[in-house]
Nanobody
C-alpha cells in the first residue's frame, strides 16, 4: 500500500481545512486507516481512525468534535475535515494503515505511512 497525504496549508485560527490521503493498493486486508500528527519538537500524536469494514470512526479527545474522518472507498481516499482550527493544531499530518492492526490499536503503531502534509494555523 502507498499513502499520500495532501491538502495542508496556512489557515487562520478558527478556520477549516480538509486533508486527503490517497491510498493506492488499499485492500480489505487493511482493517483501519487513520491520521496522526507531529508538531515541531513534540512527540507524534494519534488523532483518528476509520474502520474499513464498517466505517466506524475513532477520535482522540484532543480533536473529538472538531475533526471528522471519512472515506471514499471507490476513490481509495480518506479525508480529514478539520474545523475550528487552533494554533496548537500546527503540525505535519500523516495518514497511516497496517494490515495487522485495526482502529482499536493506536494509529502510531500502524507501519504503512505516507508522506505528511504541513498544516500551519496562524494569523
Amino acid at each position: 500500500v502507498q499513502l499520500q497525504a495532501s491538502g495542508g496549508g496556512l489557515v487562520q485560527p478558527g478556520g477549516s481545512l480538509r486533508l486527503s490521503c490517497a491510498a493506492s493498493g488499499l485492500t480489505p486486508d487493511y482493517p483501519g486507516i487513520g491520521w496522526f500528527r507531529q508538531a515541531p519538537g513534540k512527540a507524534p500524536e494519534w488523532l483518528t481512525c476509520i474502520s474499513t469494514t464498517d466505517e466506524t470512526p475513532h477520535y482522540s479527545d484532543s480533536v473529538k468534535g472538531r475533526f471528522t474522518i471519512s472515506r471514499d472507498a471507490d476513490k481509495n481516499t480518506v479525508y480529514l475535515q478539520m474545523n475550528s482550527l487552533k494554533p496548537e493544531d500546527t503540525a505535519v499530518y500523516y495518514c497511516a494503515t497496517d494490515r495487522q492492526y485495526s482502529c482499536w490499536v493506536n494509529v502510531l503503531s500502524f507501519r504503512s505511512r505516507g508522506q505528511g502534509t504541513l498544516v500551519t494555523v496562524s494569523s
